[in-house]
């Protein structure tokens, strides 16, 4: 087979989780959204299940089925989203947790789903979701009348421990929640490690479940491994793929692997990102095209049946700053042609 192996390990999440649960007292829930960031949302919710979750959270009510029907009646899960219009069948059906955004999403659930239970996010400052402090004024107390089961926000920040938003933003959320009697969140992976401070009642790690940054004690999650499906010399001044941006400088051996940026393995790693074999860095030469790769093997000593670009030798991080960008966008980028092999996973 010619596609490329994408190795998820469950007991590495597994055990990501219980490390950042180790840091708070309070309860820590986890993120699944975007399919578990490209994972599987059904075999990652239910590792994370038997590990105790008790508290999930999607991106939108769209995403909720697949993590109800994979975790069972009794566990939480949250929309950021909110409540959105034609959300009621999924919200009511699947026992959506709604985080409600604006005045306009509490009209529309205490009209649509009466007496169901939701939440609320707040603005402190990230200006993307949630009511502001003034909005918050307003519907303060008829809000709280309905008794919501959680009120969170979302540090802009929290990646980077000096910047002095962290801080900040702290202050907002109290000023807006302290000595409200409803469980509050403010914390995902980042928030877990500035401290005790920012942990409130509910953590929400993410990408750190993943063996992304910022948290760099997580155990790795994800290996990625392609076939080799030729080898080809290359003579000097000669070119390889699109456009003819490489030339050879050195009569050269170029393997061709059969993964591109459809397997998300995004263009801009084309400069400066390098594949390996076994502890060997070879560079990827030419620009990286839909379905394929090309890869200069040339110093090793025999040709490779497979390479692997994300490993003990690269982790997601590392290949994400190869292309300028973030772990996030790498992992929730990897298509569906890999065939994908669970270890440590018990269904």
């Known amino acids: 087979m010619s596609v490329g192996t994408l190795t998820i390990d469950h007991g590495a999440i597994d055990a990501n989780w219980r490390a950042l649960d180790a840091m708070t007292r309070c309860e820590t829930g986890a993120v699944v959204k975007a399919n578990a960031y490209g994972l599987d949302a059904e075999s990652v919710a239910q590792t994370l299940r038997r590990s105790g979750v008790q508290s999930f959270f999607v991106a939108v009510a769209e995403e909720g089925p697949i993590v109800r029907e994979s975790v069972g009646s009794l566990s939480n899960i949250f929309v950021f989203s909110g409540h959105m219009e034609g959300d009621e069948d999924l919200l009511r059906e699947y ?33 993307r979701l949630g009511l502001e402090p003034s909005d918050w004024v307003a519907v303060r107390e008829d809000v709280l009348l309905k008794q919501p089961v959680l009120i969170m926000s979302h540090l802009a920040c929290a990646d980077d421990p000096s910047d002095l938003t962290n801080a900040r933003q702290l202050r907002v959320f109290r000023a807006m929640t302290d000595g409200i009697n409803v469980p509050r969140s403010l914390a995902a992976t980042g928030g877990i490690l500035l401290g005790e401070a920012y942990h409130f009642d509910l953590t929400r790690p993410g990408i750190g479940l993943f063996g992304g940054s910022p948290f760099d004690a997580a155990e790795p999650v994800v290996t990625l491994t392609a076939d080799v499906v030729q080898v080809r ?27 591109g940026y459809a397997d998300g393995l995004i263009r801009a790693l084309s400069p400066g990102a390098v594949v390996y074999d076994h502890d060997a860095a070879c560079p990827v030469v030419g620009r990286i095209s839909m379905d394929s790769i090309t890869v200069d093997v040339t110093n090793l000593a025999h040709i490779p049946e497979t390479l692997c670009i994300i490993g003990s030798h690269q982790t997601i991080d590392d290949l994400a700053g190869s292309a300028g960008t973030i772990s996030y966008e790498i992992l929730t980028s990897l298509g569906m042609r890999y065939r994908r092999e669970r270890v440590n996973w018990h269904n």
Do not use: C
């Open 95 to 127: 026992q959506l947790v709604p985080l409600l955004n604006s005045r306009e999403q509490i009209e529309r659930h205490f009209s649509v789903l009466p007496g169901r239970s939701f939440g609320i996010q707040l603005d402190t400052g990230m200006n």
């Open 233 to 259: 010399d290359v003579q000097v001044g000669e070119t390889a793929g699109y456009g003819n941006v490489w030339i050879a400088s050195r009569r050269s051996k170029i393997a061709t692997l059969s993964v």
